[in-house]
């Protein structure tokens, strides 16, 4: 058990470089490991999710070394992998899983995934399904890991995708990239593009039409190896974000952060809040648009999110939550149900924990409503992150708006995403309140 800040006396304040993102973290090392040449990755995230991925490919026969933030992989081409000589252990990462079955379908041995017992509940079918109709073989159990992934020869496949999922769209892109024609995915709504623009750089040709939902992959390209520098992870920021518009008096400043629109659906949802938020570009990093992020305590307005609204937040939605209960009014978020199929049932995990804490907040079958206009007052002061490290971040965002001490249970499971994550909180409690 751990025990988290109460209510800091004076707000968050100061300057803070977010580490990097865990998404692009992850497909810089797939994407160079399937390049010519030697890439190097600055701002690399060192979280356990990352680490597994970087693991995975190891075992897969890529040599990869890894001093804290910067990484070094010596790609070994789209054929070059080999057959590793045990079961890769994917840890609690469905974004390693997905994208490493896309890559694996394609190649000519036959590799087994595992992972811990969260992974092992999450449904794999979505990646299954596509794939083997491209022709791979895959075997799952019971929809689950582990999953065995025989190799084949794959053909070009158009997919219209039945779940909007970046990790399902990747995973395609990926045996496509080994396919023998050209394939096109169509997605059910826009996802985070960060595997797109990722091959681009590396010299693959895809092409997105204007609707942003229609993908062309076009097959055998010869990827070569790039520098890059990983923007810092919106999804991390969202945490500070949160907390700087909540707790009274808050002046913060975020910087390097992931602008890409496909992410950043938590700052459109603030500013429809009334949250005082200001953004300054700074240009590109790893084919993405980056920039700083200023954010000022602020009187919140409740909000409406629908299906539409859910992917560039999917991440963010404990945080709404968060924010909708210090809002003066009802909130609604729907259309979220794949909320249900992530580290845990995060609706229904939000739902227990923000009630310990006397947050009006009622369960909905794909989402939920909340009223931010009761007071909060601590029923219980045992929370639990439930191993989920989203979940135990948005926790210890919530406790600083209350003055009970509060602890929290299975802490450790932040390191999935953000090992620093409590170091940097203390960071913007301790600053002088200058500005
Ligand atoms: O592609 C990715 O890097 C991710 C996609 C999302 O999952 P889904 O594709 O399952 O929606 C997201 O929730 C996850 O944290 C990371
Ligand atoms: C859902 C998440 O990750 P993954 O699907 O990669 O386990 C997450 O980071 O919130």
């Not at 890529?62 to 000589?85: M, S």
């Not at 590109?284 to 609204?309: F, S």
Request: aromatic residues 2%.
């Amino acid at each position: 058990m751990m025990n988290l800040q109460s209510q800091p006396r004076y707000g968050l304040h100061g300057t803070l470089n977010i580490p990097g993102d865990k998404s692009i973290s992850h497909r810089a090392l797939i994407i160079g490991a399937l390049s010519h040449g030697t890439t190097h990755l600055e701002h690399f995230l060192q979280a356990e999710d990352c680490l597994s991925t970087l693991s995975a490919l190891q075992a897969l026969g890529v040599p990869i070394t890894h001093e804290k933030e910067t990484v070094t992989i010596h790609g070994q081409g789209l054929t070059g992998l080999t057959a590793p000589k045990h079961t890769l252990n994917m840890g609690n990462s469905g974004t390693t899983t997905r994208l490493l079955t896309g890559v694996l379908a394609g190649q000519t041995f036959t590799t087994t995934l595992i992972g811990d017992s969260s992974l092992s509940q999450r449904p794999m079918e979505r990646v299954r399904h596509p794939l083997n109709q491209m022709g791979a073989h895959i075997n799952l159990t019971a929809g689950h890991l582990p999953m065995t992934i025989s190799g084949q020869n794959l053909r070009a496949i158009t997919y219209q995708m039945p779940v909007a999922s970046a990790q399902v769209k990747s995973a395609i892109i990926l045996g496509a990239l080994q396919a023998q024609g050209p394939s096109t995915i169509v997605e059910l709504l826009p996802t985070r593009d960060h595997t797109e623009r990722l091959l681009q750089i590396f010299g693959a040709d895809i092409q997105i039409a204007q609707d942003k939902r229609t993908i062309t992959i076009q097959p055998q390209p010869q990827l070569a190896a790039q520098d890059l520098i990983i923007p810092g992870d919106m999804s991390s920021a969202a945490f500070f974000i949160t907390a700087a518009s909540i707790v009274p008096n808050s002046h913060i400043k975020l910087t390097k952060i992931n602008l890409n629109p496909t992410r950043t659906g938590l700052l459109s949802v603030l500013k429809r809040m009334g949250g005082n938020i200001h953004l300054t570009a700074l240009g590109q990093m790893a084919g993405e648009p980056v920039g700083d992020i200023d954010v000022k305590a602020a009187t919140l307005k409740p909000i409406q999110l629908t299906a539409t609204d859910i992917p560039a937040i999917i991440d963010e939605l404990p945080l709404v939550a968060l924010l909708a209960a210090s809002a003066n009014g009802i909130s609604k978020i729907s259309g979220a149900s794949e909320l249900r199929v992530k580290e845990t049932d995060r609706i229904a995990c939000i739902t227990s924990e923000l009630q310990k804490l006397g947050i009006n907040i009622k369960e909905l079958p794909d989402g939920f409503l909340i009223d931010g206009r009761t007071a909060w007052s601590v029923r219980n002061q045992q929370l639990d992150s439930h191993k989920d490290h989203r979940i135990g971040m948005m926790l210890a965002i919530a406790a600083l708006k209350i003055a009970a001490p509060l602890k929290l249970n299975h802490a450790s499971a932040i390191n999935i995403s953000y090992p620093t994550f409590f170091q940097d909180l203390q960071e913007l409690l301790t600053k002088e309140t200058s500005s």
